[in-house]
């Protein structure tokens, strides 16, 4: 893990780690329980992408009736979140495969399926938000200014104070965003944060150029053939809206709730924090118990053990937890798992309204 950007330094050992990961690995020795975990990861890619295709291939071949059609929307709208949430996340991560050229090509499926830059995302992902998570300026999905503020050491605004109401359609158009300005901005500014994104080349250009092709061509061109312009473009804009709101609230219930520690660059470089535990404190693991989320989310709802071990598929970290819990409350860590899917959402429409009123001028009118 690279360990300094603009002199932020982790103290990447300390014995909690050391010793999960060494739970871990014992967890881990048997080539029967990474066999099985590789396959319950590998059973969700066919089921994301076909559920995509089927519902795709039936809107555009067999041109149901409306209620079928809203059926098959309903179909690409979950076969896009299953990308992105099991297939895409672990693949970029590089924990699909041993080889990265195979992570990197199923990855793709983020250009392909979802429209946004798997490279962008690589560095925005993997570099900004692992390693510097909820580091003010440093981690890339940690600020939304002047849109939103969602870490004490941002500058108050008026209209923030707003933000737990107006931030549920904010969610819905950044999907769009990523699709159009997110990637072209990235690319032009030559950062995400303050990691570096080299604009890319030879294969990474062209998995760019083609992935947008293939996306522009599914989602809005070929239905153009089919149906008249104003049903392609209601269809389109409620694909992307609803997954959008749901990817964008499912990341932040992990880290933008009032369990979850935020700080500035400059309080990091003070304090030189344990890298392991600055992950566990600012990350929230929520619904443990909830199978069908734990299926679903792959892995997103077990946050806290992902950013511990991003690397390994998905399917292992309910039995990680365990582990992680109990030397938490070994080494006096603090481990915060929501128990339900309300307490989750509550804490971060809280936290929302607190970062939205804090530090505000109010008038208090006497007499
Ligand atoms: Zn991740």
Redo the contacts with the bound molecule.
């Keep these: 893990m690279k360990a300094s950007v603009e002199k932020v330094v982790f103290d990447n050992g300390g014995a909690f780690i050391e010793e999960t990961r060494r739970d871990v690995h014992e967890y881990l020795a048997s080539g029967r329980t990474r066999l099985r975990g590789s396959l319950l990861l590998y059973a969700k890619a066919p089921v994301a992408i076909g559920l995509s295709a089927i519902s795709w291939a039936l809107l555009i071949f067999v041109r149901p009736s409306v209620s079928v059609a809203v059926l098959c929307l309903g179909g690409l709208v979950l076969g896009a979140l299953l990308t992105a949430f099991c297939v895409q996340?672990d693949a970029n991560?590089g924990s699909y495969f041993p080889r990265r050229r195979y992570n990197h090509l199923l990855g793709w499926t983020a250009d392909a399926l979802l429209g946004f830059s798997s490279y962008a995302w690589r560095v925005k992902?993997?570099i900004s938000?692992?390693t510097y998570t909820n580091i003010d300026g440093l981690d890339d999905d940690a600020r939304q200014v002047p849109l939103a503020r969602f870490a004490p050491s941002q500058e108050p605004k008026p209209w923030y104070r707003f933000q737990h109401i107006y931030i549920w359609p904010m969610y819905t158009l950044m999907g769009l965003r990523q699709q159009t300005l997110g990637d072209i901005t990235a690319f032009a500014r030559g950062k995400v944060g303050e990691s570096r994104l080299r604009v890319p080349r030879g294969w990474n250009l062209a998995g760019l150029i083609v992935g947008k092709a293939i996306f522009v061509a599914w989602a809005i061109a070929i239905p153009l053939i089919v149906y008249p312009w104003w049903s392609v473009l209601g269809a389109y804009l409620g694909f992307v809206m609803i997954t959008s709101l749901i990817m964008a609230t499912t990341f932040q219930l992990a880290h933008c709730v009032e369990e979850a520690s935020y700080a500035s660059a400059e309080q990091t470089r003070d304090r030189r924090p344990l890298w392991a535990v600055h992950e566990v404190e600012t990350t929230v693991d929520f619904c443990p118990r909830n199978p069908v989320l734990t299926w679903a989310l792959g892995g997103l709802n077990f946050?806290i053990e992902?950013?511990l071990f991003?690397l390994l598929p998905h399917t292992h970290y309910p039995t990680i937890a365990k582990i992680v819990q109990r030397n938490c409350t070994k080494h006096g860590i603090r481990y915060t798992s929501q128990p339900s899917l309300r307490t989750a959402l509550r804490s971060h429409f809280l936290h929302l309204r607190t970062m939205g009123r804090l530090g505000i001028v109010v008038e208090i009118e006497m007499g």
């Design positions: 996340h991560h992902h993997n938000h692992h946050q992902h950013h991003p």
